[in-house]
């Protein structure tokens, strides 16, 4: 049974930082790939950063790039995104996903395979 439960989501200004970490339990963490995606109200599930089995290769979304650090440290079996010059636009519930069939992000499709999600974090980035 794969589980995966966020945290680290909160309030914070325009400008500023958060940290989110995703805690997975059951088998085979480091064997795949693992993804952030967002949600914000109105708008659909997006992607955000994604991260290789081994955490050598990552890809992120053009509208986080140079902002967001996606990381993953497979001993304690935790993905993590670093937040950084958040902007109002990144309010959403942030989601932690595994893929169940894929070693590497499939960036033509960031969603392909993401069959294990968590419930969820809030963030909210006010003006």
């Known amino acids: 049974q794969v589980r995966l439960v966020e945290s680290g989501g909160g309030l914070v200004q325009t400008g500023g930082s958060l940290r989110l970490s995703c805690a997975a339990s059951?088998?085979?963490?480091?064997?795949?790939?693992m993804g952030w995606f967002r949600q914000a109200p109105g708008k659909e599930r997006e992607f955000v950063s994604g991260?290789?089995?081994?955490?050598?290769?990552?890809i992120s979304a053009d509208s986080v790039k140079g902002r967001f650090t996606i990381s993953r440290d497979n001993a304690m079996n935790t993905v993590y995104l670093q937040m950084n010059s958040l902007k109002p636009e990144d309010t959403a519930v942030y989601y932690c996903?595994?893929?169940?069939?894929?070693?590497?992000?499939?960036?033509?499709?960031?969603?392909?395979?993401?069959?294990?999600w968590g419930e969820g974090t809030l963030v909210t980035v006010s003006s």
């Open positions: 996903a595994r893929n169940r069939i894929l070693r590497d992000m499939l960036e033509t499709d960031p969603f392909y395979g993401m069959d294990y």
């Open positions: 059951g088998p085979f963490f480091s064997n795949y790939a």
């Open positions: 991260i290789n089995w081994n955490g050598d290769s990552t």
